[in-house]
């Protein structure tokens, strides 16, 4: 099991420019949990989960790891706590699936030194459990968007962090695919106890596989706990302006929402 | 299971190791050499074993003056700003994702040139200022272009678009500099205009030689930075990599190479352009380019030079040549990033 952390975001004030985004947020993610945060588009949901990764600093507050600002923590060190996978990564040109999966071991090596055994490990235990370890000679450029996110996501797992943070990793994907990530994202919770905190667009998919979710509207947290607790057709109404029946998911039993537009009303 | 999975790998890493070092031997071998050719050639074609014989020191009449004080200071001059704009036309590449942007192309080179050119119409400065003065405003260009380019978000193509129109306006300056030089001072001037290796001396080098020996292995620790930035901002943050010190360090040393390089030989055409693409295609990705484009930068320096002092009747300093090679690759380039929308 991967070692405790006290994740905390203490007062956060964010935004780009003069244009504040996250309004005073505070949370504490839960230890070797899968958190979601969920919300509608412009919320602050992404802008949130970069604050916490260090990507964007916060106009004020603080995002504490263990007791210290991650701001003092050095960024080498950092990244072999806390990883992110952003939500549209670069590809460089031409560079083979094994390779790229390699760079995730960054913050574990010296300046000069080669792949050790333990990188090599790393690496093909992040492919064995993505399942691409059969692509490894392969460009990135011959694979599917699918194939292409399990890659990705086996980069940030070959950094081998405590925490994961994870923007959108099912945004552009078939439902299949969905379902593989969110899956494979599952096993990495159960075998290594690893804190997965990620940004997900579809509701009833975090509810199912979400111990946790944060709600967010207009950059502020509105809602927090189980799925069963917080999707409720009130809180949707609230944060998506929604009208909905929350039923009980036939293959979960976890809170499903079911919209409710102006057609298509079968009782009155 | 695991081992299966980790042998796998490593086959197929060290194979395109194997690759890498098979590629960068070749190209070491080969500007071997030109080097050699570089020396053994000229007026008069001397036995190698002359040429060696005056380089451990021996003085032979005639071939010591040709070979010591004309033809070594020429390969040397063409090697070493070779390699140094091959470095640092492939740094400036990964940096910016896009083969366009290259110091040449983003007016880096030009604003070097137009300084000196100042220095040496207006100011009749001497050597030492003209380097310092070209490397500083080489500097400010990549400073100002930076800037202007991120106003409103950065972008790569306002980056090149602004890079190009300031290459223009440097351009129109060392035009008007030259109508108003005096005919004295046009010599001096001129070889800030085309790459030559034409008149190299050998109290001209110890600068760029020098830096490339500080320069180059401060590069070469940063190597694995770049792969890094080179996916991009969030994640090489999230990577723990310090983004803004590394892509300052690495432009800081680039445009030191590009300056000094460019003070001994003049801006000789395409080479920051044509070196990096050359040997990713060669070596393939995954392992650092950084190397393999320095040699090749070298290597075509030197063999457009032995090109142009022999291949035709007249002699053609070697940035003509490089023109000649560079000026097609850039109008395919342009071709092929509009029709994939890049542009």
Redesign the interface.
């Known amino acids: 099991m991967k070692p405790e952390h006290v994740f905390e975001v203490d007062q956060i004030v964010a935004g780009y420019d003069h244009k504040t985004i996250i309004k005073e947020v505070n949370l504490v993610i839960p230890n070797n949990k899968i958190s979601v945060i969920i919300g509608p588009n412009a919320c602050g949901k992404s802008t949130l989960l ?1 604050t916490m ?3 964007l600093k916060p106009a004020s507050g603080e995002v504490v790891l263990d007791g210290k600002s991650i701001e003092k923590i050095p ?6 706590t ?5 939500q ?3 590809v ?5 699936v ?2 790229l999966v ?3 071991r ?2 574990h ?1 010296s ?2 030194s080669g ?1 050790s055994k333990k990188d ?2 790393a ?3 992040a ?2 459990i993505m399942n691409i ?1 059969k692509l ?2 392969y ?1 990135i450029d011959e694979l599917s968007g699918g194939q292409r996110q399990r890659v990705w996501i086996a980069m940030a797992l070959a ?1 081998q962090t405590d925490i994961l943070f994870l923007d959108e990793p099912t945004t552009f994907l078939d439902i299949t695919y969905q379902v593989e990530i969110l899956d494979l994202l599952t096993d990495l919770n159960h075998k290594y106890g690893t804190t997965i905190v990620m940004v997900l667009h579809d509701i009833n998919l975090s509810a199912r596989y979400a111990h946790n979710i944060f709600a967010m509207h207009s950059g502020k947290l509105m809602a927090e706990g189980k799925p069963s607790e917080v999707i409720t057709s009130t809180l949707i109404k609230d944060i998506f302006g929604l009208n909905c029946q929350v039923i009980e998911d036939p293959v979960s039993g976890s809170p499903s929402v079911v919209p409710i537009g102006r057609h298509h009303i079968n009782y009155s | ?2 081992n299966n ?2 042998t ?3 086959e ?2 060290q ?2 190791r194997r690759r890498w070092i098979i590629v960068t031997s070749i190209l070491t071998a080969l500007a071997c050499i030109l080097c050699l050719l570089m020396l053994l050639l000229g007026n008069t074609i001397y036995p190698i074993k002359d040429v060696i014989r005056t380089l451990t020191g021996e003085q032979i009449q005639g071939v010591s003056f040709a070979v010591n004080v004309i033809r070594l200071p020429r390969m040397l001059a063409g090697l070493f700003a070779g390699f140094a704009f091959g470095i640092a036309g492939t740094i400036f590449q990964t940096l910016f ?1 896009n083969p366009l942007a290259n110091p040449n192309v983003l007016g880096i080179t030009s604003g070097s040139s137009a300084t000196a050119v100042f220095c040496i119409v207006i100011l009749q400065a001497g050597n030492a200022v003209i380097s310092i003065a070209s490397l500083i405003a080489g500097l400010i260009t990549v400073i100002v272009i930076y800037g202007l380019s991120g106003i409103r978000g950065f972008s790569i193509g306002r980056l090149i678009l602004i890079g190009i129109g300031v290459q223009a306006m440097f351009d129109a300056l060392i035009s008007y500099l030259m109508l108003v030089s005096a005919e004295q001072n046009l010599p001096a001037a001129l070889r800030w205009l085309n790459g030559s290796l034409n008149g190299s001396q050998m109290h001209d080098l110890p600068p760029l030689i020098i830096s490339v020996f500080i320069l180059v292995p401060i590069i ?2 940063l190597t ?1 930075h770049l ?2 930035l ?6 090489a ?6 983004t803004d010190i590394t892509r300052m360090m690495l432009i800081l040393s680039s445009v030191i190479m590009i300056a000094l390089a460019t003070s001994t030989t003049g801006p000789i055409a395409f080479i920051t352009f044509l070196a990096g693409p050359i040997a ?1 295609r060669l070596v ?4 650092s380019t950084i190397i393999p484009a320095g040699l090749v930068g070298a290597n075509i320096v030197l063999a457009s030079d032995l090109i142009g002092q022999f291949a035709f009747d007249v002699r053609f300093p070697v940035g003509v040549i490089t023109g000649i090679i560079g000026a097609p690759y850039l109008i395919y380039l342009l071709i092929r990033m509009n029709q994939r929308g890049e542009l």
């Open positions: 970069k990764a260090r990507l960024s080498k060190k950092l990244a072999r806390l990883g992110l996978l952003p549209s990564p670069i460089p040109e031409g560079i083979s094994a390779d390699g760079r995730g960054f913050p090596q300046l000069l792949w090599y490990e690496v093909a235990e492919m064995d370890t490894a000679n460009h950094q | 299971m695991r999975s980790v796998y790998i490593m197929g890493r194979q395109r994702r070469i620790l694995k792969s890094i080179e996916l991009g901002e969030q994640s943050i999230s990577l723990g990599v310090n990713k393939g990705a995954g392992f």
